[in-house]
């Protein structure tokens, strides 16, 4: 088996719902892992009584209190916290808020992020990014627009940003970079933001125009990107820790062993499971490596 330390580029985890940071982290390093992104879930996935801003702050403070959980378990954590795109259609839907009023909402929410994260409290700013699936189309003007408020963050603070897109190839990339080049985040500043739960061939295109990227840990994934694409991304489990939900991509443990499976098959060297794992995320992290 594979001697590389194991990185979980996303993923959530819910002390209300699910088993919570602590034992994921446990868990986690056990099967060799070190380092995990956690990033925050909405108000209503922890039970939150809704009440506007104030639901985003306190989930905040959830959050933070887990990467903290999961720090004392021994692992190294990146803490980020944002405004999901499903945020704009849940809130319209749900409770019947007018769009400009979600728009303000989100743009707070992310001016708070980014506050957090320039005081060192937090380590970036996500999911912030568009709708995966079919919606109004204002909706996504207003995904979009906070998408846009993050990386002028990312710009002017430096903040790490994970991006949930629709998931339309290569397209997506380049669509979204435009966006980026818009906001003016150039130079080494791009490899600070991630285009999340993409495709291999995206996670290719994405690094070729210098931005970062995460990969699910399927095994059928892995296989594909382990013979064909270059140490350029970081795999994620991109668990969601509530046995009520469907969608968890794979357990943090998993996704671990799974790579040193396929690792002692032949199908990935031991020094490309270091940069997968390590020097990609000491690069985009400013990290010790384990």
């Not at 959530?12 to 056990?30: L, M, Q, S, Y």
């Not at 378990?73 to 979600?102: N, S």
């Not at 002028?152 to 290569?170: K, Q």
């Not at 690069?283 to 384990?290: D, H, L, R």
Request: proline share 5%.
């Amino acid at each position: 088996m594979s001697r590389a330390p194991i990185a979980d580029g996303h993923g959530h985890t819910n002390p209300v719902r699910g088993v919570g940071a602590a034992r994921i982290a446990r868990r986690f390093k056990e099967a060799g892992g070190w380092f995990q992104a956690l990033v925050a879930l909405s108000p209503w996935h922890y039970a939150l009584e809704f009440r506007g801003y104030d639901s985003y702050v306190e989930l905040i403070d959830i959050h933070i209190r887990e990467c903290k959980a999961a720090e004392d378990e021994g692992l190294k954590v990146a803490c980020i916290a944002g405004f999901h795109p499903a945020d704009v259609d849940h809130l319209i839907d749900r409770y019947h808020m007018k769009p400009v009023e979600v728009l303000k909402l989100g743009l707070r929410v992310v001016d708070y992020v980014a506050k957090l994260c320039s005081e060192g409290v937090l380590d970036g700013i996500g999911e912030v990014g568009r709708q995966h699936y079919k919606t109004m189309p204002e909706r996504v003007v207003i995904a979009n627009l906070i998408l846009e408020r993050a990386l002028e963050h990312a710009r002017d603070n430096g903040c790490v940003v994970h991006m949930h897109l629709e998931n339309a190839g290569t397209d997506t990339v380049d669509l979204t970079s435009m966006a980026v080049d818009r906001v003016g985040v150039g130079g080494e500043m791009r490899s600070r933001i991630f285009f999340h739960h993409v495709k291999p061939v995206m996670a290719a295109r994405a690094y070729e125009l210098g931005y970062s990227s995460t990969i699910p840990g399927l095994a059928r994934i892995l296989e594909y990107a382990f013979t064909r694409l270059d140490p350029v991304y970081i795999v994620e489990s991109d668990y969601i820790d509530d046995p009520a939900r469907p969608g968890a991509v794979v357990y943090p443990w998993e996704m671990a062993s799974t790579q040193q499976r396929l690792a002692s098959k032949g199908l990935a060297s031991e020094e490309y499971l270091y940069r997968i794992n390590v020097d990609n995320v000491v690069k985009v992290y400013g990290i010790e490596p384990p």
